[in-house]
């Protein structure tokens, strides 16, 4: 794999009980050198919106965003703690810039329309997302409100106060997903270079698909290290398992030059990875480089493949195809939709299940919009949604309730679908339908989900 660029600025160690370990070791092989100059060029005094600023990538992303001075830098995040040390980590290292520390879930739309309007970001970067798998599949509500509506919320308000650019963070996962959390961050890539609304618009989207990040929190490096603190065991689910890893550095770098290359543009891009590497062989390394010998020192347990997960990863589905760009280690994958109209009933059809709380309408309707998914989420697939057992009415306009005899008897009284659901604003204090065009900001009427998805969405400028 060549190296092109400037060196890599910053790259992480793990701390084991043995000393430092470089990430090097790790991965054994050199981490990739990226030419950041055109992203540079691409942020330098731009107002730019990060979302997912808190977690192992967005935190990085901010870190490299922030050092080639942008005009504003929004640091938008749910959760308050992380926000609040990279907020005053880069108040610190970059005191000469403005830095907008947001919390805010990206699924509330009235607040993050406040966002919008007030600090009117030039360049959006999408990157929270929930991306544990299997704590998705056991989840599943969840998974789709934050990373499909949460990417319709995001992508909609772009294109409404003027965004020139949105770029999606999704994951190497959703080329072929078999699990809940692959197959929402594929519907979150189709929302954004398929729905009508957002592509008759000036914006221009693009996605960056990552491998599975080495040592970020949710990776398997921090639970083998605490595994090997505790003397062990080390765990490992199939001794067949093998993913695609990238460092931090490497995947904010990968991020931030997807966004600037003009091969990109209406894309998937995604990195020219090498062989897959061995979770197993991954485990014994660690072991090694800590001073002690797998299966004398440290025993290793193999725990079979947890729900959602494959034997292997993947980069691209058979339906996809890839080409390669002006940079040899980045590729692209075509962005190939035609059938807006058809993504906006079913995921009309998506919410209005997440609304009535309906998790096997969810997982069947993942399923329609993500035909190239795999076991064992295909199961699901049914191709009747019409055997689908939902009021529609009751979907949009019952807030649901918590007791469980209203719930038992709402469940008793379902109809068929036949139609994708009605899309009305409703007036919480009293469950009556509202007269409002659009959600009063502030107030306590709910997100009009009908409007994003409709045609010809209008500016706020």
Known sequence: MSQLGRPVERESSIRLLSGNVRIEDLLGRAPLILDRTAGRAD?????????????????ELARQIAAVGPARLVLLDQSESDLYFIYLELSASHPGLELVPVICDVTNQSRLAQVYAQYRPQYVIHAAAYKHVPLMESNVLEAVRNNVLGTLLVATNAVRYGAGKVLLVSTNEAGRPSSVMAATKRVA???IFGLPNLQRTGTDFRAVRLGNVLASKGSVIPLFERQLAAGGPVTVTHPQAQRYFITISEAAGLVLQAGSLPDTAGAIAMLEMDAPVRILDLAEKLIRLSGRVPGRDIQIVFTGLRPGEKLTGEQVSALEETLPTSEENIRVSPASE????????????LLAFLDAGDREGLLITLCE???ECGQPLRGYHTGAVAS???????SWTVLVDSADSVWHERQRRRSCMTESPPLRLIDRRDGQVCRRKTPRVGGRRRTDFGALLAAGAGSSQ
Do not use: F, Y
């Not at 005094?45 to 600023?53: D, F, H």
């Not at 035609?338 to 059809?349: D, F, H, I, P, V």
């Open 189 to 191: 890539e189709r929302i």
């Open 369 to 371: 919009l993500v035909p």
């Open 338 to 349: 035609t059938a807006g109209a058809e993504l906006a009933q079913k995921l009309s059809r």
């Open 388 to 394: 689908l057992q939902v009021d529609a009415k009751m």
């Open 43 to 59: 942020l330098h005094q731009r107002v730019i919106l990060l979302t997912g600023a808190a977690g192992s990538v967005g935190s």
